[in-house]
């Protein structure tokens, strides 16, 4: 078994994004598996880089702005994040707080809602359940008007107007996530349509990215971790489309960790007659030495560390080794930003 540790590593402060770059500055490092090479672009070469026919699958998930501000601190906890805005039973609910509290306090929330913590799952940061009081609207609906973009823990600020543009993707549509796809966060629409008019199309899946996409390895060995479990969909048209382009021999390109998610869940239905949508959960967990069943290449982030994006980008680039001894190297020698809203690789 591969030892959790293994995949750790120290990424300096000022490395790590904290705005993202603007679009036409974001850099983008090109991996070719064949020839084991390295280049050094931008996103917007992507047009002349792929391959008329190749197909982008993205992943439509809109984020909720799930965090809520408490109308007054309780010690050191100033905010709550719901970890699933779709929930309709509003007991034993999972919430982030921003700090620990007693089990027993009632946390106060705009618009007169509170909440009463239960039980501590934990983590880092610390999970607890609880019950909210006071809702008189779906969750979702509720949070769009009252709650802040879930910026991740090592993005340092208060979310700001910037925020609710510039975490969503240009694609999104189905509300549901709690942290944004963030690969698809490069994929502006003029960079699309330029795509388009080179006859690089692009389709879309949805994946309601939830805590467990990022949550760090607490296990000895890659092995032993277990993936939260996400709703996924794909329309009739996404699914067809994908079975068209593979059985033209034309390349599938996921957008993001998620959007390869949702395809290797699903695997060999794109090879059958049935283009009906899909929809379901998705636990898959994707490490050295997975083989893929869909796609020819992989659009996404620099991660975490200890962290199954991170083992599902090894597993594609073909070894821990080869991404985190040689492409992680390079692109800390080259002024790469990292996590959510840094730059991005592409392997082909």
Not at 79 to 88: E, H, N
Not at 135 to 159: D, Q, T
């Amino acid at each position: 078994m591969a030892s959790a540790a293994s995949y750790d590593f120290v990424i300096p402060k000022e490395r790590i994004a904290q705005r993202p770059r603007a679009f036409g500055g974001q850099k983008l490092l090109v991996y070719r598996k064949e020839t084991q090479t390295i280049d050094h672009t931008t996103f917007e070469a992507l047009p002349s880089l792929l391959q008329p026919g190749d197909l982008l699958v993205l992943n439509d998930t809109r984020v909720v702005p799930a965090q809520v501000r408490l109308t007054s601190a309780v010690g050191d906890c100033s905010s709550l994040l719901f970890l699933d805005p779709l929930r309709a039973d509003v007991s034993s609910m999972e919430v982030l707080l921003s700090a620990p509290v007693a089990l027993g306090t009632t946390l106060s929330l705009p618009g007169g809602l509170s909440f009463h913590v239960e039980t501590l799952v934990g983590g880092v940061p610390v999970v607890h359940t609880g019950s909210l009081h006071g809702l008189a609207e779906p969750l979702h609906e509720y949070l769009a008007r009252i709650g802040e973009m879930p910026l991740p823990p090592y993005v340092e600020r208060v979310p700001d107007k910037e925020d609710e543009a510039a975490y969503q993707t240009s694609v999104a549509q189905a509300p549901g996530a709690i942290a944004a796809p963030t690969a698809g966060l490069h994929f502006y629409p003029a960079l699309l349509e330029r795509l388009n008019a080179a006859g690089i199309q692009h389709v879309c899946v949805t994946l309601h990215v939830g805590y467990g996409t990022f949550r760090s390895f607490s296990t000895e060995f890659v092995e032993q971790h277990r993936m939260d479990r996400e709703r996924y969909a794909v329309s009739a048209a996404t699914r067809a489309a994908i079975r068209q382009a593979r059985g033209d021999g034309r390349r599938v390109i996921a957008v993001g960790t998620t959007a390869t998610r949702v395809l290797e869940t699903i695997g060999t239905a794109f090879d059958e007659d049935d283009t009906s949508p899909l929809e379901g959960e998705s636990g898959i967990f994707i490490y050295p030495p997975y083989q893929f069943k869909v796609l020819n290449g992989l659009f996404t982030n620099f991660h975490y560390p200890k962290t199954s994006v991170l083992t599902l980008t090894a597993a594609f680039v073909g070894s821990r080794e080869a991404l985190l001894d040689r492409i992680y190297k390079e692109a800390m020698a080259t002024d790469y930003l990292w996590y959510s809203y840094g730059d991005g690789m592409l392997v082909l």
